[in-house]
C-alpha cells in the first residue's frame, strides 16, 4: 500500500474545518490593519534563497529541496530551482519585480505550504503551512518606524486573541545593525574559542560561521556555556537603542504584554533590529507558535531599491496544534438531515433540501430506500441536529415531521417555515 511520503501528512475533517477557521480568522484580522493578499510560486530560482535567508544557515545548507531544471527550453536547462522554504523572499522578490511601491502597496500577507528537509517531530513537518506576513515599502512611508513594529506585533496579539490563545507570550529582542552584529560576532568569537570545544557538534561549526546561531542551541549541557556569552545588547548604536525603547513604549501604550529577552534571535541572515516570538505553553519545549523581525537591507541585497521592512511566519501546524481540542466545535455539522421516507420521495426530499440551502442551511440527504430507524441512526452519527421527515403524506399537507434528536422532540412545520426554524435553533 502506498502511504503519504514521511514528513508529510493528510488533512483529514474535523481538523480542516480547525483549519479553515484560523485561515478565515487570519483573513479578517489581515483586512483591518490594511494588508492585501499575495501568492508567490511555491519553487523559486536557488539564489534567492542563498542571497537571503544566507548559504551558512541550516537551511540553505542542509534543509532545502532543491534540483536542477531539465525543461526544454534551452534558457532553463541548468537552472536551479528550489521549494520555498519560507515566503518572505519570494514576497520581497515580487514586491522588486512588480515594482509594488509604485501601486502604493507595502503591506502582504499570505497563506500556504513550505518545503524543508528536517527530521519530522511534533508539529513540524517537510511539507508545512505558514500564514505571514510583510509590511515593506520606502522609508518616506513610514515603514522603517518602531510604530510599524509595533503595529504588527499588536495584530499578531489581535489574532490569536480572536483565535482563543490567550495565554501566549510575547518574547522580544533587538539584533541590531549589521555594524552592531558585526562587533558582536566578533566577541562571540573570542568568548566561544575556549569552550567551543565542549559544546555540540552544531555550536562547534556555527562558532565559526555565525556564531550568532549559537542562541538557537537547545542541548541542555551546553546552556550553562551559553549563559556566560555578552549579550547583543551591549552592542547596539544609538539609533537602533532608541528604536527598540520605542516599539516598547507603544506596546505598553497600546497594552500588548511583552517580555525582554536577551538570547531571541532569528533564524535568518536578513534579521536586523527588532526580532520577536510568540510563544505558547501548551506545545511543550518547542513552544513558539510564530517568529518574525526587522529586515531593513534584504530589497537592497536582491537588487531592489531601499526599502525597510518587518514581517513574521506563523507556523499554522503548530498553531492548529494548540487549538487541536476545538477541532470539534469548530466543525459545523448538518443543521438537518432529509429523511425521504418512501417509494418516489428522493425527488421531493431533493427540492426541499435545495430550498434549506439557498438559507444557508447545512443539509444532509438520506434516501427513500432507507427505514427511518436507520435514517435516525445516520443522522444522529453525523452530529446533525435535526431529521426532517419527507413522506407522501407530508408533502400533500404541506407540513413536516421535524425532530430534535437530541431531545427527541417531534414537531410538525410548515413548508414556508422550516428555514427560519432551523436557522433560529442553529442560533438558540
Keep these: ?109 499570505y497563506i500556504g505550504p513550505q518545503f524543508r528537509r528536517e527530521r519530522p517531530q511534533k508539529g513540524r513537518y517537510r511539507q508545512f503551512y505558514q500564514i505571514g506576513a510583510e509590511a515593506i515599502g520606502p522609508a518616506t512611508a513610514g515603514s522603517e518606524s518602531p510604530a510599524r513594529d509595533a503595529e504588527v506585533l499588536e495584530l499578531l496579539a489581535t489574532f490569536l486573541d480572536r483565535l482563543g490563545i490567550n495565554d501566549w507570550n510575547l518574547e522580544l529582542n533587538s539584533v541590531g545593525c549589521p555594524k552592531d552584529r558585526e562587533g558582536y560576532n566578533e566577541a562571540l568569537r573570542k568568548a566561544l574559542e575556549p569552550v567551543v570545544g565542549k559544546m555540540c557538534a552544531d555550536c562547534q561549526r556555527r562558532a565559526v560561521t555565525n556564531p550568532l546561531r549559537v542562541f538557537d542551541c537547545k542541548v541542555p549541557e551546553d546552556q550553562p556555556i551559553i549563559e556566560t556569552l555578552p549579550r547583543i545588547g551591549q552592542f547596539l548604536d544609538e539609533g537602533c537603542r532608541q528604536h527598540f525603547e520605542q516599539v516598547q513604549d507603544i506596546l505598553k501604550a497600546v497594552g500588548v504584554p511583552f517580555v525582554l529577552n536577551d538570547r531571541l534571535v532569528r533564524g535568518l541572515d536578513y534579521y536586523t533590529r527588532t526580532a520577536f516570538e510568540f510563544t505558547h505553553g501548551a506545545l511543550g519545549a518547542q513552544n513558539a507558535i510564530l517568529g518574525g523581525g526587522r529586515y531593513d537591507g534584504l530589497s537592497e541585497s536582491l537588487g531592489g531599491p531601499s526599502a525597510p521592512g518587518i514581517g513574521f511566519a506563523i507556523g499554522e501546524d503548530r498553531l492548529v496544534l494548540a487549538l487541536k481540542e476545538s477541532a470539534e466545535a469548530v466543525m459545523r455539522k448538518p443543521d438537518v438531515y432529509v429523511a425521504p421516507l418512501g417509494a418516489g420521495m428522493n425527488r421531493e426530499a431533493a427540492r426541499i433540501a435545495r430550498e434549506l440551502r439557498r438559507h444557508d442551511v447545512v443539509v444532509e440527504m438520506g434516501d427513500e430506500t432507507f427505514r427511518l430507524k436507520k435514517s435516525f441512526e445516520t443522522a444522529s452519527k453525523m452530529s446533525a441536529k435535526f431529521a426532517l421527515i419527507v413522506g407522501e403524506n407530508e408533502v400533500k399537507a404541506g407540513a413536516f415531521a421535524l425532530k430534535n434528536l437530541e431531545t427527541g422532540e417531534q414537531v410538525s412545520v410548515p413548508r414556508g417555515e422550516l428555514p427560519q426554524k432551523l436557522q433560529s435553533n442553529r442560533n438558540s
Design 1 to 109: 500500500m502506498i502511504k503519504a511520503v514521511r514528513g508529510t501528512r493528510d488533512l483529514l475533517p474535523p481538523e480542516t474545518a480547525l483549519w479553515n477557521f484560523v485561515e478565515a480568522a487570519a483573513r479578517d484580522v489581515f483586512r483591518a490593519y490594511n494588508f492585501q493578499e499575495i501568492r508567490t510560486p511555491i519553487f523559486e530560482e536557488t539564489q534567492l534563497f542563498a542571497r537571503s535567508v544566507g548559504e551558512e544557515t541550516d537551511i540553505v545548507s542542509k534543509e532545502m529541496y532543491t534540483w536542477e531544471d531539465r525543461g526544454r527550453a534551452q534558457s532553463d536547462k541548468g537552472q536551479s530551482l528550489t521549494l520555498r522554504p519560507e515566503n518572505t523572499a519570494g514576497v520581497v522578490r515580487a514586491y522588486i519585480e512588480h515594482k509594488l511601491w509604485e501601486r502604493g502597496l507595502s503591506k502582504l500577507f
